[in-house]
């Protein structure tokens, strides 16, 4: 009796040790990384190269949302009906465009407090990519600031139909990984919808284009103005 309650109490513990590790899934722009301008730059070249018109991303609300429908929006927006060829052409461009514009080191560019966390996040529980950006461009931002290797899943834009489906598909990535919680880290609305969509709790930072009370309203379970503050590790324990 005595020793079923030891391995009983073995297991548990076990099991909770394992339990307190975590999934946490970060956003990449404006939430690791502030390289917006260059972004801006190569959708301009893009879309004057491919279809002579001066296109912007603030032409729609392009936050946390996949590079493809952005791209489709946009070009409505100036009157274009893009086809699915077009925009396959459009990403490639794109993507060899961002990568000549983008310095070789964007390590100044890491948003406050955001390698700290990751380093100290990374010690103890599985971490994950989520970005709008394609596979190419997302990759490249990661490992230009030098931070790629502190991630474990990634998921891009290019592998879901939308963001919600981009998350889900990230846990099924990680199901390798022991973790008994997968938590969402983001500064758009769709980063606070799509981990909702999923049954996730969610942290908004306020490092990106949308507004604290445009963020309130989707209520994340937790709000911070920068990755610097250190409710996110209370919150994460
Ligand atoms: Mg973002």
Known sequence: MIKKLMKYLIKRSTKLKV??????LFDVDQTLIKVFSFHE?????????????KASYFD?????????????????????????????????????????????????????????????????????????????????????SKLYDYFKVFCFSNEAKNRAEMVAKAIKKAQNYDFSEAIVIGDSTNDITSAQANHLRVISVNTGHHTKEKLLKHHPD????????????????
């Open 41 to 53: 730059k190569a959708l301009e070249k893009t879309f004057k190269e491919n279809f002579s018109v």
């Open 60 to 144: 729609v609300d392009f936050e946390g949302r996949r590079f493809a429908d952005v791209i489709k929006e946009i070009g409505k927006k100036h009157n274009l009906d893009l086809s699915e060829e077009e925009i396959l052409k459009f990403i490639n461009d794109y993507s060899q465009n961002f990568e000549e514009i983008l310095p070789g080191n964007i390590e100044k560019y890491i948003l406050p407090g955001a390698k700290e966390l990751v380093q100290e996040l990374s010690k103890k529980h599985t971490l994950g990519i989520i970005t709008g950006s394609t596979e190419k461009v997302g990759s490249e931002i990661l490992k230009r």
């Open 19 to 24: 339990d307190s590790s975590k999934l946490i």
């Open 222 to 237: 937790l709000f911070v103005k920068t990755l610097e503050d250190k409710k996110i590790l209370e919150f994460l324990k």
